[in-house]
């Protein structure tokens, strides 16, 4: 299993790997979709734990909330606008991430982890 995975990292994975609600509007593409890691530190590190957690990065306006965030031209990696779904968080195996692209900065993972505990009512 290749590594290692960082807290803020952005990879790619097979668009049909990821779930993105409401699925009946959802349009699978062929192209790989970019991710963010929000676990961090020992299991991200340990290659007995095979999974990590992740919230999907999208390009579409339809479905974002108040909770995404957005991640301009370049950050991360990223082609274009796009946002970081934080309802949409999820497990994946770390066996299906594929290339990095890049990586958060600093501030950006510390807004990403703030939106996150607001989002599970962890913070007023």
Excluded at 48 to 71: E, K, N
Excluded at 108 to 121: E, F, I, M, P, W
């Amino acid at each position: 299993m290749p590594g290692p995975y960082v807290a803020g990292g952005v990879y790619l994975v097979n668009d049909k790997v990821v779930r993105l609600l409401p699925e009946d509007k959802r349009v699978v593409h062929d192209e790989r979709r970019m991710v963010v890691v929000v676990t961090g530190g020992g299991p991200n590190r340990d290659p007995d734990w095979p999974v990590v957690l992740i919230c999907p990065i999208s390009g579409s306006t339809r479905q974002r909330t108040a909770f995404d965030i957005q991640l301009a031209r370049g950050q991360g990696g990223a082609t274009k606008k796009c946002w970081i779904r934080i309802p949409a968080v999820q497990p994946l195996m770390k066996s299906v991430l594929e290339d990095r692209t890049g990586a958060l900065d600093e501030n950006l993972l510390t807004q990403v982890q703030a939106r996150l505990a607001q989002y599970l009512g962890l913070l007023d």
